[in-house]
């Protein structure tokens, strides 16, 4: 029953935005009079049948109900609860009805809280939103039903892939959606923006909070996945230019061009094509991301099940959707383009200049993502990997970073250099005691070595913008830029670090036998079978000491060995300290009865997503303040014109 | 039409040719095997040293001695490598002399690599500059070459080695020689 009534729930959301659209482009037409007042109402309604959708299928999966195709492919009895709830998103049709509801239910937020724009854009915005929601719930009602029943009840599940029972990774899928998706709603303003021709900076205030919203989630997304890969798959690495990798990247990309353009958009009207541009580019960029990755038309270590019908059906709706909101910008861009002039140094200049940054690098990650595609078209199969991508994108990032330092401490407008120059020399100054001291501390790569001698000074730099001013009187939402960038210099240290002053040591070891790497001496005491619910493992026991130290921590990896589906996977194990974290991975028995160890001693690395996480608590409080300010706004304009009836009435009339 | 307004139509001339791109990718059926203008031409003149410390590097002169080879091209940073090492593994097992060939790596890498997917190569050669790689027709990783006993190439296979290939490629050794 429950999946009869989550299949009807998602056939009435379907209906609705159906619906909705309707009413809403009647509406645009300026003939709809009653029916748009359905726009709304309508709105709301499809969100919350989409909720109840998904939680029919979240049901299915928590009782393991084997009578569903779904449930049978991807969950087993014997796994932990956590993981049958992670199964529910840990596959194609449930990502995809995850992916409507995330949808739907944005949609049902702006109906019901956004009130700032002009009612006219506003349906043409939701009427947006529905229309691409359609495409994606015929997507999921004709090629990808999950709750597709089975004519014969299975006697057992096949089980979720064992790389994916992980904690961490049971909540990143739902968390990168919000981030994809949420863009979905700057792409139905922008398109919303460009059919009744209101682009102001009315339209980039209210775009920004719901921007701010998705870009945090896809923030923290990024860096979990990142973590995720770095623990879970044993290769000491934390990012691989992998598509899908990619595919998260550069919607981030987008959405952080976006977020600057609109703050130049809703100070100075400045801007105006760029930022719709940036609209429609964000979730378009999820949309191919999506479709990169579904088609199985690159090869990558997320392995999504390959179905090349699917892929030429969200190629279709890429080419409506994309294709369709690129036409109307071609058209109406014209008309819109004019904006407030200003000169090249002040805060829009360097604003500019980091969305161009941006963009180029948007544009390098997509190209080399697509290379391969391009010249399997000639016949020829390549590999692209960081050989390419991490000097080739530098190329932008370096003057970028450089930039976001002096950026924040110009003026809107007009600004003369000559006001800042003792931060710019200060701040230079670091940067190039840095480089001295750093090359003649040890030989590093020259990315490595340039990117640690950058992100001391990004990171005063970052907080410069606080001098001066009453810290306890200064917006929210500069402290969000302050704390975000300060993240990304962090981050940038992290990665730069990890690159330069990895050690890292393989070594064959006996039981007691003891290895050094780095400031680490690691003690091979035993290895052990130990059992967990759906899997055996052998655990290797070390103690590991720290330079000197009389007391030692234990730290032990295991090879695990799942039993459904069968798979061995290695689970590292991390000794984390404040300046780097231990990395020992225990591999196999070698035929003298040694075992192969694999250990690294990875100095600052957790910079790298302490750095994450701080961008994202930076768009937290921005958004924070954003709201705040709006609240504020609504009430002083409650209170105005409950003040103007009162003296309507003292003045009897 | 509008001021400047070719340059609003860039966006979507952009994205209709990705959609031409991915859109003929999707309809025409993935083509591996793909003849090599190389084949039945000798291997150039090369001498790669080691990337590997266990392992000796490569020279040109190692493949003339008479036992047909595998040349594996391959880079500790390409992930379709790392789905093919369990069939080069397979390979090795059954008495298939490798000779591995590294892209642009570092050795650290490549140690990392070869301790994660085991070692099947007899020989390494690190070929920092693709020099070896562009001599020999191949212009991606990973990529597989037969080498007969006489330096010869007698057969490219593009991309990864799939389970299924195996029995494929043992037949093309034998042919060449083995």
């Known amino acids: ?29 300026g003939r709809a009079g009653e029916l748009s007042r359905l726009v709304r109402p309508v709105a709301v309604m499809q969100g919350a049948l989409t909720a109840v959708s998904f939680a029919a299928l979240v049901m299915l999966f928590l009782r393991t109900d084997l009578s569903v195709k779904l449930v049978v492919a991807n969950s087993h009895s014997a ?118 021709g209101e682009v102001g900076p009315t339209f980039a205030r209210v775009m920004r909070p719901w921007v701010l919203g998705a870009w945090i989630f896809l923030t923290i997304g990024i860096t979990a996945g990142s973590y995720w890969a770095y623990y879970e798959l044993g290769w000491g690495g934390w990012w691989f230019w992998d598509p899908v990798e990619n595919a998260s990247l550069m919607p981030w990309l987008a959405g952080t061009a976006l977020l600057h353009s609109a703050s130049v958009l809703a100070a100075r009207d400045a801007l105006r094509a760029w930022t719709v541009m940036l609209g429609v580019v964000a979730f378009s960029m999820s949309m191919i991301g999506t479709f990169l990755v579904r088609s199985g038309i690159l090869t990558s270590v997320h392995a999504f099940a390959v179905d090349p019908e699917r892929g030429s059906f969200i190629l279709v709706l890429l080419a409506i959707y994309i294709g369709g909101a690129l036409t109307l910008f071609a058209l109406k861009a014209g008309s819109i383009a004019e904006g407030a002039r200003f000169s090249a140094t002040s805060r829009e200049g360097a604003l500019v200049f980091n969305n161009v940054m941006l963009s180029a690098i948007l544009g390098i990650v997509l190209l080399g993502t697509l290379y391969p595609l391009l010249t399997e078209a000639f016949g020829v199969k390549v590999s692209v990997g960081p050989p ?113 002053l990895t050690v890292e040591k393989l070594a064959a070891a006996r039981i007691g036998d003891s290895t050094k790497v780095g400031p680490w001496t690691v003690t091979l005491d035993s290895v052990e079978p130990v059992a967990g619910p759906n899997w055996i493992a052998l655990e290797g026991r070390m103690s590991a000491t720290y330079r000197d130290k009389a007391e030692s921590s234990v730290i032990a990896p295991q090879a695990r060995s799942f039993w459904a589906p069968p798979q061995q996977t290695t689970e590292s194990a991390l000794l984390t300290r404040w300046n780097g974290q231990l990395y020992a991975v225990l591999g196999d028995e070698t035929e003298d009865g040694r075992w192969q160890l694999r250990l690294w001693w990875k100095p600052f690395v957790t910079c790298i997503w302490f750095g994450g996480l701080l961008v994202a608590l930076g768009g937290f409080l921005a958004l924070l303040g954003r709201v705040a300010v709006d609240l504020r706004r609504r009430v002083a304009v409650r209170k105005i014109a409950a003040r103007k009836e009162e003296l309507e009435k003292v003045q009897g009339r | 039409m509008t001021r400047g307004g070719w340059k609003f139509w860039l966006p979507l001339a952009l994205f209709a040719f990705f959609v031409a791109l991915v859109g003929t990718q999707l309809l025409s059926p993935a083509q591996r095997e793909v003849e090599s203008a190389m084949i039945g031409k000798p291997l150039p003149q090369f001498v790669l040293a080691a990337a590997s410390p266990d392992r000796p590097g490569v020279a040109a002169v190692d493949l003339k001695d008479g036992k047909p080879r595998l040349l594996n091209i391959w880079a500790s940073w390409c992930i379709p490598c790392a789905a093919e090492a369990p069939q080069l593994e397979a390979l090795q097992k059954q008495g298939v002399d490798i000779v591995g060939v590294a892209i642009r790596d570092r050795p650290e890498d490549v140690a990392a690599f070869l301790a994660r997917y085991g070692n099947p190569y007899s020989r390494i050669g690190a070929d920092n500059l693709s020099e070896v790689q562009l001599g020999i027709g191949s212009s991606g990783v990973p990529e597989t070459f037969i080498v007969d006993g006489k330096g010869v190439i007698r057969y490219q296979h593009i991309g990864d080695i799939r389970p299924e290939h195996v029995p494929m490629l043992l037949e093309k050794l034998r042919e060449a020689g083995a």
């Not at chain 1, 949609?107 to 529905?130: S, V, Y």
């Open chain 1, 1 to 29: 029953m429950i999946a009869e009534f989550g299949l009807a729930a998602l056939w009435l959301a379907a209906a609705l935005a159906g619906l909705q659209l309707f009413a809403g482009a009647i509406a645009l037409k």
């Open chain 1, 79 to 196: 796994k932990p609860f956590i993981y049958k709830l992670a199964g529910t998103w840990g596959n194609h049709e449930g990502s995809m009805l995850l992916w409507v509801t995330v949808m739907a239910g944005m949609g049902a937020l702006i109906a019901l809280l956004e009130r700032r724009l002009p009612e006219r854009t506003m349906l043409a915005t939701l009427a947006t939103q529905a229309f691409v929601g359609l495409g994606f719930y015929a997507f999921l009602l004709f090629s990808s039903n999950p709750f597709e029943r089975l004519p014969m009840p299975a006697a057992e599940g096949m089980g979720l892939n064992p790389l994916l029972q992980d904690i961490g990774l049971a909540f990143h899928p739902p968390t990168l959606y919000l981030g994809y998706v949420g863009l979905s709603v700057a792409f139905s303003f922008a398109v919303g923006a460009l059919l009744t």
């Open chain 1, 388 to 500: 390419y991508f991490n000097p080739v994108g530098a190329i932008f990032a370096v003057p970028m970073l450089v930039v976001m330092a002096v950026g924040p401490l110009l003026r809107w407008r007009r600004d003369a250099f000559a006001r800042v120059r003792k931060s710019v020399i200060f701040v230079g100054l670091i940067f190039a005691l840095l480089l001295a001291v750093l090359l003649f501390w040890r030989p590093m790569g020259l990315l490595p070595w340039l990117g640690m001698a950058l992100s001391v000074p990004l990171a005063v730099a970052s907080v410069l913008p606080l001098r001066g001013r009453n810290l306890g009187h200064l917006p929210l939402s500069v402290w969000g830029m302050v704390v975000a960038h300060f993240g990304l210099a962090l981050a940038l240290f992290g990665m730069a670090a990890d690159s330069a």
